[in-house]
Structures are given as C-alpha cells and as structure tokens.
C-alpha cells in the first residue's frame, strides 16, 4: 500500500440477502468521485469457490469479466458502470482465493512449522489482499458479500475489524445495509431486524458508523431516532435507502438522504464542497423525458434468472439512452423455439430487435439458431454475442451455404465442426496454449484483446476505429478455414484479431442489421457512456419499430 492516507469504507449487510450493497457501494463511489476524490471498489465474497467462473448463473447471476482477465461477482459490473473505473483481478477476492493463497504458502513452509488457523493465518492473507493494488486513491470501498451472522463470512468481519484498529477511526468507516420491513397488518415500519442485525455486528467488535436502511416506505423522524437510539448512532447516521424506479436514480437519491455527507463528516473532510451530479441528472432526465419505445427481444436459457444478463439488461438500456427513448426487454426461452413448427411469428410479434446472447452447452442450442433464422429472413436487426454469434454462423452454414452437417465440437463429436475448441492463440504477452485437459477456467480466453476491424465495413462505422478491445469469455472459437465461402454467400467477417487467425466480428451487408461478436461489448458499456453497438442496435430497432 503505497498512499497512507487512503481511507477505507467497508459496506456490509444484515437481516437478509440481495439489500442491494453492491448498487450502495457503486452509488457511493459515484457520489465521491463527484465530490472529486479518486476511488477504487472492491468485493469480498466469502464462498469457497476460487472465483464465480464454474458456478451456474441460477446459483450466482452472471459471471463479469474485466479487462486482465478476472472471472468476477457481477456487483463488479455496478462499480464499472456507476464510476468508470476499470475493475482488476485484485478487486474480488473470495474465501477460495484466501484459502488457496495460505495453504499455498503452508505446503511451501512459509509459516516455519506453525499451526495454521483463521485467527491470524486467514485474517492476515484478507488484510493483505484489502490492502494490496493501492496507488493514489483516496478512498478503496470494500462491500463485503452475503449476511452478516453467516459463518462463511466470519473471517472477513474478523479481519475488517482488525484493520479498523489497526488504521484507526480516521482511516476506517464502516456502513452496515439493513432492512426496515413494513407491516401490513400493522400498518408500521418494524425496526428489530435492524436492531439485532447491528446488534449482531456489535458482538462481532464492530460498531457501524453510518445505517442504510432499506425501505418501501418514507422512515418517519421517530423511527430514525429510535433506530439511532438503539444502535449506538446519531440521527443523520440513520439514511433512508427507499426503493427506486431506476438504479440510475439511487446515487441523487443517496445524496439527498445526506449518505456522501456523512462520509465526508466522518472523516471530517470538506463538507461545504457540493459534488458534481450532472451526468446523473442528465441521465435521469433523459430517462423521465424519452418519447417512444422499442421491444428488444433476449432468447436465452437463463430467461428465470435474469440476474444471469444483468450487464446485457444495463447495455440494452444505455442503447435506449443514447436514443432518448425506452425500452422493454421480452424475455424468449431458446428451449421454446426447438420446435420448428412453433408459431413464430406470434412468439415474435411486436419485437423490433433480437439477441442472442451468450451461454454454454447444447441445450436451447437449436431454438436459439431457430431465432437467428427468423431474424435473418424477416430483416430483424439481430446481434449475436459469443456463442449467439457461433450459433449465427452456423445458422449460415446450415441453411445458407447448405453445409448441413455444420455444428460445434462443444456439442460433442461432429463431422463439420464450424465452431472447434480453443487450444492456442497469442496474446500482448506471448502465445497462450490450453488443452481439453485443462482446469475449466484455464480452456477460457478471459479478458481484453484486440480486434481489427476491415475498412469500408459496417462494424467499422459504427465504432469508428481502427483497433478495438472488447473482453472475451469462451473456449470455443469459429473456424477461419470456412471465411471466403460466407463470404461468397454474403456474410464478411469484418473483425478479426490482430494475427488474422481468429473471427471475431461478422456482418450480413445486405441485412439491415444483421451483426456476430465474439466478444462481450455489455461489459464495457455505462449509462453515461453507451457502448455504440446496442445505441446502433437500438437505434435501427427504433426505425424496425415506425415500419410495422
């Protein structure tokens, strides 16, 4: 740790799960950098898994991925969006990373014979990881996952109080999110949760500085004041967190609830200085005032899990920002469309746009190739991200270039494997060789890499560039040996990386927007900077939607 004076917040979360810390850690950390401080985000998950890379979306949402490569908590995906500062791989730490780093270093005998335990062995690799990676910023916020009682996150309570002592109060703050339930058949507030949930907290040694009390209702003055009374607070300690109608909301919504000031309070920094919020006040704005709407529609597996999509939700409607109008997302499970004689074009009735987004496996595989036919003869502007676009050229094949036999080695053994596993391929750093052998993440290519984009071609218009660098999550890759027969046919691949060996983008001309990626651009995408793939694929949308 390099800046000694960087203070640390660390957000946890009581009562019960999904109280919405990470999108209370993001706000934050907007609201600081509008006051001008410079932050860094961070998530402590406490699960045993090494990272979230091999669990199901059903179980963990979605998987995010950063520019270095990391496999993360989709709550890294807020802290992007709502500040723009790039997440790294020091910036989700899990107990399988702890535990893995310290028996590590016990197999190599670094602790000099001694017995290892939690209490210092674990809590110190924690404290490490929290005060590793640190540069200039002023404030590093530290959300910490699942509910505070759970035995899984015991050790990092531990550790964050100890660097509470350690740093001292002028260095540390700590924010506990909780829940104020309201009941019906009392026609009241219920403040007890929040009680034992702080209560909790205390006889873990630490004392929360500021509450975020997550509510349906406005907390009237005496519960504050109760609140306050029994946790140990002062009454503007206690901020009200009431649901919003939009995330994009939540950081003007903090403010006025005073969250950034009594941060700045805490730490006894300025507190006259009024922070910056126009860029969320033009995105709401925006958002109040958008004339017109299109039906975008997302064929996926994961369709009762929407969690499993949520940069792909958030890029969607950042498209619908940079177009000034709204957009609905209807939900297509792919397992639906397998029947070929299913009806169509009642299932597609009134959507302006499809996506196919990613995945894995074969199941939904042919609904989802279904819809991509569907979208190609009815001039549906469709975009297909990594496997919705191996999905989409193998579609081509089939039915265009009559390769009927074409599929993907992912599915299992077949006589034309258009889409074949990744093995090798060369990075900024050298060449990168996995075999079928490899650990699951380790057949991954994970993270930034660059792409050329072919001169005079559509993909290049709508970036702008020459080069670009999209973050990649998949081991399975289209086959360049088929490129000048689509070609031919009417397909380009427009994008390939720099060495020409791998298809990364591909466009139908003729279509009116017809586009493949191999990468994620929803990783990359903000509400006050739209990736200009979906404000492109929104806005030729807009002009499907004024031609029905």
């Known amino acids: 740790m390099k800046n000694t004076s960087v203070k640390f917040i660390f957000i946890t979360g009581g009562v019960v799960s999904s109280l919405g810390k990470g999108l209370a850690s993001a706000s934050l950390g907007a609201l600081l950098q509008a006051r001008g401080y410079s932050i860094k985000l961070r998530k402590l998950d406490p699960y045993l898994n090494v990272d979230p890379g091999t669990m199901s979306p059903y179980q963990h949402g979605e998987c995010y991925v950063t520019d270095d490569g990391a496999e993360t908590d989709l709550d890294l995906g ?10 790294k791989k020091s910036d989700n730490i899990t107990t399988g990373k702890i535990y893995s780093n310290v028996i590590a270093k016990e197999r190599r005998g670094d602790y000099l014979g001694a017995t290892i335990q939690v209490i210092p062995h674990v809590t110190d690799a924690i404290k490490e990881y929290i005060l590793s990676d640190i540069n200039e910023e002023d404030f590093i916020l530290c959300e910490i996952g699942g509910t505070v009682g759970d035995i899984e996150s015991l050790p990092f309570i531990e550790a964050i109080r100890q660097l509470g002592n350690e740093l001292g109060l002028t260095q540390t703050c700590f924010i506990h999110v909780t829940l104020l339930p309201f009941i019906k058949a009392a026609g009241e507030l219920k403040t007890k949760p929040t009680q034992h949930s702080v209560k909790e907290l205390q006889g873990m040694g630490i004392q929360p500085d500021i509450l975020l009390c997550r509510t349906e209702n406005i907390i009237p003055e005496e519960q504050k004041s109760k609140i306050a009374l029994f946790c140990n607070l002062k009454s503007e300690s206690v901020i009200e967190a009431l649901d919003s109608s939009s995330i994009y909301k939540v950081p003007i919504s903090y403010h006025n609830q005073g969250l950034d000031l009594q941060v ?16 969320w006040n033009k995105i709401n704005h925006i958002q109040n005032s958008s004339e017109g709407n299109v039906n975008i529609g997302i064929v996926g597996k994961y369709t009762s899990m929407i969690d499993a999509y949520k940069s792909l939700i958030e890029a969607i409607n950042h498209g619908g920002l940079a177009n000034k109008i709204k957009v609905t997302i209807k939900w297509i499970d792919s397992e639906k469309l397998e029947i070929l004689n299913s009806n169509f074009n009642n299932i597609f ?17 042919e609904g989802k190739i279904n819809a991509i036919n569907f979208a190609r003869i009815n001039k549906i502007p469709f ?26 080695s992912e599915f299992g053994k077949t006589k034309l494997p258009l889409v ?32 050329k984009l072919a001169e005079g071609s559509f993909i290049k218009s709508i970036y702008k560039k020459e080069v670009i660098a999209e973050r990649h999550r998949h081991r399975y890759e289209v086959n360049n040996k088929y490129i000048s027969d689509f070609k031919k046919k ?9 060495d020409n060996s791998l298809p990364e983008i591909f466009e139908i001309p003729l279509h009116p927007w017809f586009i493949g990626v191999q990468f994620h651009p929803e990783l990359k995408s903000k509400p ?5 793939l979906f404000s492109s694929l929104i806005n030729a949308s807009l002009k499907q939607s004024r031609l029905l």
């Open 78 to 87: 807020h802290y992007e969006r709502f500040t723009g500062v790039p997440a």
């Open 528 to 532: 006050f900077d739209p990736h200009p």
């Open 383 to 408: 975009l297909g991200i990594c496997f919705g676009m191996q999905m989409a050229v193998i579609e081509f094949a089939r039915n265009v270039l009559n390769l009927k036999d074409a599929s993907s």
């Open 264 to 279: 700045c309070k805490h730490f006894y920094l300025d507190v006259l200085k009024k922070p910056d919020l126009s860029r």
């Open 420 to 451: 074949g596993l990744l093995t090798e391929w060369q990075t900024k750093t050298g060449f990168e060789k996995r075999s079928k052998e490899s650990n699951l993440g380790g057949t991954m290519r994970l993270g930034a890499y660059d792409c």
């Open 490 to 498: 009417g397909l380009i691949f427009s994008g390939m990386s720099p």
């Open 349 to 365: 009735k009134d959507i302006n746009g499809i996506i196919v987004p990613g995945g894995f496996g074969e199941r939904g595989s």
